[in-house]
């Protein structure tokens, strides 16, 4: 058999269509096949193939969101088959094997149908995040693509106070990583902590996978949820999902096809580098996990939030936990804090009223002697429509 030498994970049993390829193989003598995926939008039903097509096997999973089927192309003197999976929501991908009766068969359908569909086009100044949360039944995940500022582009709205941790924080590498694989962002609402957290995982992007998780009280609530996230990755929920991979070998693949790699402009920036398997999961206002009462009011999930960043469960897995609150140093769970658990542990304060002055450029009113980056974009931008309800004492209460 002659194998594109490229393959992802698609012999490993677990996908109905891509197993039912094989059972065509007998059909050819010397039969030619190839693997690949592309990120996309353009529905593979709307691709217009250069002969008749028999669909041979069909599989839908609603709960998933994923669609596949099998079909045998008409060619001529031998039949075809073109195997195809393609995600409805969440990873925006499609991907394809073709079994041929000669290279050049497999060559033509493979250009076919990458200057057939429509690439994703990802700005510069993205990055991508997966989203997870507990489906009902089992966890799911769908991937977006967000704006991130550079850290340098945003490093003047914060406190000097705090400034060179988090300058540190960001030029963080997995050699750094020596201890804890906890760390935390503190600091009053309104800070920044967010807007610095996706300046981060643009800088992280290129050695690490950005996870968010939306519902942390079930991530760590539920053992079943948060051990198939961790232990099998991404990937045992979708085998196919070997974005980075993929992406990595897509221009060899559009070259062997003749097509033009700028098209898939992507596959192009990834420039062969490959992901060493780090994972950095996000949980914002975690404010429940980190109490001195955490153990009374979230029972077990305390534990397994520990065991995750130094015990038993962590241990030989490359995942990095990432949690805010607006919790103050003084009332964080004495467990979270010990030595050795976090690899880093940054207050991003408030500005003081001189450091507010600074950044506005202008004398700035305010009541109080410390104002919120929030509070100074606010009057900058005016954005906000109304001033609310305005709170009056009343001379009595009612009884």
Known sequence: MNEVKYQTKYEDGQDFIFDKVWEQIWQFGDPHVVSFSVETLTPFDTIEFPAKMTKVAEYKDLNSKFSSALYRLHTTPHHTYVAYRQSMSGTKRMWLRIVAATQETLNDLQKLILT????????????????????????????????????????????????????????????????????????????????????????????????????????????????????????????????????????????????????FPRAQSAGGVKQPGWRLLIIEDAEEFMSPTAKEHVGQS???????????????????ILMTTNTKMADVHPAIKRAGRTFANIEVPLLTHAEAIKWAGHPVESKDEEV???????????????????????????L
């Open 302 to 320: 305390l534990s397994r939030l520990l065991n995750v960043g130094d015990g038993f469960i962590g241990q030989g897995l490359n995942i990095l």
């Open 372 to 398: 919120s980056l929030a509070d100074l974009f606010e009057e900058r931008n005016k954005s906000q429509i109304g001033k609310g309800i305005t709170q009056v004492e009343m001379p009595g209460q009612y």
């Open 116 to 263: 057939s569909v429509e690439p994703i086009q990802v700005e510069e100044n993205t990055v991508k995040v997966k989203f997870w949360n507990w489906a009902g039944s089992r966890p799911d995940y769908n991937s977006r693509n967000l704006e991130a500022p550079t850290w340098d582009e945003i490093k003047g709205n914060y406190s000097p106070k705090c400034v060179e941790a988090l300058d540190d924080l960001i030029n963080l590498t997995p050699a750094d990583i020596t201890g804890g694989r906890l760390a935390i962002l503190l600091g009053p609402p309104g800070t920044g902590k967010t807007t610095m957290l996706r300046a981060l995982c643009r800088e992280w992007a290129k050695w690490c996978n950005i996870d968010y998780i939306i519902d942390p009280e079930a991530f760590f609530g539920n053992s079943g949820y948060m051990m198939e996230c961790l232990l099998s990755t991404a990937d045992a929920l979708d085998p196919y999902d070997e974005d980075d991979e993929d992406d990595d070998e897509i221009q060899k693949i559009l070259s062997r096809a003749g097509v033009e790699p700028s098209r």
